[in-house]
Every structure is written in structure tokens, then in C-alpha cells.
């Protein structure tokens, strides 16, 4: 007997587990194409021979195609004015997801004894082909959150689930990835890593395929333009209304600060476990306890989100967050397992107070959408989505390089690898720790002084949204 489907009061499936599954395989298939971009570098370096000097200007290239890459799409999915059977986003994710299958590939096309001519426009094409359909597909899925549910608690429960399939679509290709592409003496196999691509490519389409067929959209809300006024995408007055809504800039300003902590001090981490702690092997175990809280807190999140607010639970947990980075700062963290244990206390402090924004992060963007509309009366998701991805790139790409320039600066010699003196290795331990501090501080400004939808705030601009709906 098949089971009875329990309908809202608008005729629409009950919100439920089902939506939250379904979320979550979106950023899963995601992230198994993303997860194969730490591996562009040395495929085209090691296996394609294409020096580190060239692949330094390719790789410019591409990222500044990256970075306009986001508004742009964004701009044309707000813009597109066509009715679709489903859903306008999901019809986008659907053919994004066709697009990453072939483009992801591509990317690794193996042909090392190709002139170096073609090589470098096999890669820049490659790139630019995958980078467009990761963005369709991506964009629309991020903004897709706004329309699924109104409701806070099942808004933070998505974005719960969001940042469960975005993680385990990293950690996988992370933990499986190395023992397919290379060989018993450390080398690349070039064609392995296209057939990998390819598949983790299907795996990825799979779960897309699964989200379109289990997502059901519950807000009305229209985005489209009249065929007499749709206007061209101007960046400057994108800019403009992004930077017009203080919510979705604090919601912004937050995932910057991380990336910029996170991303700056990963270089810096790593050196001082192999020169200060002498153990990089466990450097690795450090993001699985990041992790973990934000799985502790996953049960609970809508209950503490119902009871207390989003914007309050995220700035106690910031602070708390910035307790622990600071505590990696001044305390007298010692070379030895006595130290290390110190600095992975002070981490899994820091990762309890982030784990609760981990968990909200992606909601807080959906109620600064609903913001903008309730503040100025049109919505934009997807170009309020694409200049948060804009900046959240922007800061992935500082970050790395920033950390390199400090490091460099501090006088981290690369070729001696752990064998730094020991003057050296304890800059690295503090260059990580204020790295962290800085991340913490940025949090702490974007979420508790800049974004502004309080727990009470954000009731009423939902009320009057109803209202001018109803």
C-alpha cells in the first residue's frame, strides 16, 4: 500500500526530511566537481608539462574569469523571462549538471605530447567551459534555498544539510582520489585522473538528478521581467544593490573572514607540524575536528534557532569561536605533544562556537533575499547569490596567496621543507594562530555589527511578505 503523502495548507508536500536529503545531494554533486580542482595544478605541471611559471599566468587568467564569472550568470537567471514546466532554477541546475559532467572531463583531457600551444588552449577552454557550468548550476542552487521553505527553522535545517553533502563531497574525493591517480612510486597517472573526472562527473549528475526530483517549491515569488523593461546587466548598479542590502553583506562579510583565515594560514599550519610540531601526518586529522561540532550541533540547530534566533546564535558562537583562536595566539603552545594537544584543544573550542554558524550560514543569505525584497521591493536571488559567491571566491583566492606572501616574508624556506630553524617554525605557529584571529574577528564584525535580521526583525519582514503576497 503506497504511503499517503501529508499535504500543507496550500496543497504542497509537507517540508521534511525529503527536502532536507535532497538539498543536500545538490551541494554533494557540487562538490564532486569542485573537489577535482586541486588537482588541475599538478595534472597540468606534472603530466602535461606545462611549466609552474606558465601555469602561474593560466591559472590569473582564469581566476579573473572566476571571479565575473558568478554576477554575470547570476544577472542572466534573474533576467530570463521563459516559463519553465518546473521551476526556472531547477531547470538551470538540470542542464549545469549535463554541462559539469562533459566540462569536468575535459579538463583533463590527457594529451601530454601535444604541442604546448594547444595545451595551454585545452586548458584555459577547459577551465572557462567547466567554471560556466559550475556557476549554472551553483547559483541557481544556492538561490533555490529562499523558495523551498519560508519558515527559519526549516531554512537552517537546509542549510544544515547543505553544509553536510558540501563536506562529504569534498571528503571523499579527498580521502579516495590519491589512491587512483597515483602510482606505487608517487607519480601521476595522467589518464586515470580523466576517468576519474569522468565518473566522480556521473556521480555528481546522479545527485542533482535526485535534488530536481525531490524538490518541491513553496514561495511564490517572481523574479522575471517584463518583456519592455528587462534590462541589461550593468554591474555597477548590481554592486549598488548588493551593497544596499545590509544583510546580505554581513551574511558575506562572515564566509570571507573564514576563507581568508582558513586559506591563509592552511600554508602556514602545515609548515609548523612539520617543523615546529614535527608530525605533519596528523595535520590532517585538524579539518576532521573543525568538522565535528557542526555535526553535533546539527540535531538541535532548529530548536536553538526557534528558541533564540539566527543572528544571536551565530554571534555567541563567533565569540566563541574568537576565544579559541586567541587562545591559539597567547597561549605558550610548546614543540612538543603537550603543545600539539593545546593547539588542537584551542581549535575544537573554536570549532564549537563555528559550528553553529556552519550550520546557518546558507540560511542567513536566504532571509537577506527576503530583505531585499521586503526592503526595497524587488528581489534579486540570483544576483544577490552570485556577488556573495563573487566575494567567497574572492577571498578563497586572497587568502591562499596572502598566506604564501607572509610566510615567504617570515622567511619560510620552501626546498628545506620541515627542516626550517627552530626561529622559523615558531613564526609559522604564530602566523597560523593570527591568521585564525583575524578570520574570527571579520566573523565577528559581519555577523553580530553588519548583518541585521535579529530573530525579531527577521518575523516581521516574513509577516509583511505574506501580506503583500496574500
Not at 20 to 33: E, F, I, K, Q, R
Not at 137 to 152: F, K, W
Not at 209 to 214: D, P, R, V
Not at 360 to 365: D, E, H, P
Request: hydrophobic share 50%; with cysteine.
Amino acid at each position: 500500500m503506497a504511503k499517503t503523502v501529508q499535504l500543507d495548507e496550500r496543497g504542497y508536500r509537507k517540508f521534511g526530511m525529503r527536502d532536507n536529503l535532497a538539498y543536500a545531494a545538490g551541494d554533494l554533486g557540487c562538490n564532486m566537481s569542485f573537489a577535482l580542482k586541486n588537482t588541475v595544478q599538478i595534472f597540468w605541471t606534472q603530466y602535461m608539462g606545462v611549466s609552474m611559471a606558465a601555469m602561474g599566468i593560466l591559472m590569473l587568467i582564469v581566476q579573473v574569469w572566476d571571479a565575473i564569472n558568478d554576477p554575470v550568470i547570476g544577472s542572466m537567471v534573474d533576467a530570463d523571462k521563459k516559463t519553465y514546466k518546473r521551476n526556472k532554477f531547477l531547470q538551470y541546475i538540470w542542464v549545469g549538471s549535463i554541462g559539469l559532467l562533459v566540462a569536468g572531463a575535459a579538463m583533463f583531457l590527457p594529451f601530454p605530447n601535444a604541442p604546448m600551444v594547444m595545451k595551454y588552449v585545452l586548458f584555459v577552454v577547459g577551465y572557462i567551459l567547466w567554471d560556466a557550468f559550475y556557476t549554472i548550476a551553483n547559483v541557481p542552487y544556492g538561490s533555490l534555498l529562499s523558495l523551498i521553505t519560508t519558515d527559519a527553522g526549516d531554512r537552517a535545517m537546509l542549510s544544515s544539510f547543505r553544509s553536510v553533502g558540501s563536506m562529504v563531497g569534498n571528503m571523499l574525493p579527498m580521502a579516495i582520489l590519491p589512491f587512483l591517480i597515483y602510482d606505487s612510486n608517487n607519480n601521476l597517472k595522467g589518464n586515470a585522473v580523466f576517468w576519474a573526472a569522468l565518473v566522480m562527473g556521473g556521480i555528481g549528475f546522479i545527485c542533482f538528478q535526485y535534488m530536481i526530483k525531490n524538490t518541491v517549491i513553496r514561495v511564490e515569488a517572481d523574479v522575471k521581467c517584463n518583456e519592455e523593461e528587462a534590462p541589461k546587466f550593468n554591474v555597477f548598479k548590481a554592486f549598488g544593490s548588493f551593497m544596499k542590502n545590509r544583510a546580505a553583506v554581513g551574511a558575506t562579510l562572515a564566509p570571507v573572514g573564514m576563507f581568508i583565515g582558513m586559506y591563509g594560514s592552511s600554508y602556514a599550519t602545515t609548515a609548523m607540524f612539520q617543523s615546529y610540531f614535527h608530525n605533519a601526518q596528523i595535520s590532517g586529522i585538524m579539518q576532521i575536528i573543525q568538522m565535528l561540532p557542526m555535526f553535533a550541533f546539527m540535531p538541535f540547530i532548529r530548536k536553538i534557532v526557534d528558541k533564540f534566533g539566527k543572528k544571536e546564535a551565530v554571534t555567541v558562537g563567533t565569540i566563541v569561536a574568537l576565544v579559541g583562536y586567541v587562545a591559539l595566539l597567547i597561549l605558550p603552545i610548546s614543540p612538543d605533544n603537550k603543545g600539539m594537544f593545546m593547539w588542537v584543544g584551542g581549535q575544537l573550542i573554536a570549532g564549537i562556537g563555528g559550528g553553529i554558524y556552519q550550520c546557518v550560514s546558507w540560511s542567513l543569505m536566504a532571509d537577506a533575499m527576503d530583505y531585499g525584497e521586503w526592503k526595497f521591493g524587488v528581489r534579486e536571488e540570483g544576483t544577490t547569490y552570485a556577488l556573495h559567491s563573487f566575494f567567497r571566491k574572492l577571498a578563497q583566492g586572497v587568502g591562499p596567496s596572502l598566506g604564501l606572501f607572509v610566510a615567504a616574508a617570515l622567511g619560510f624556506v620552501e626546498a628545506n621543507g620541515g627542516n626550517q630553524t627552530f626561529e622559523i617554525a615558531l613564526r609559522m605557529r604564530y602566523q597560523a594562530a593570527a591568521f585564525y584571529v583575524v578570520a574570527g574577528l571579520i566573523q565577528f564584525v559581519g555577523l553580530a555589527l553588519v548583518y541585521n535580521l535579529d530573530k525579531k526583525t527577521l518575523a516581521k519582514v516574513q509577516e509583511d511578505l505574506a501580506a503583500r503576497k496574500a
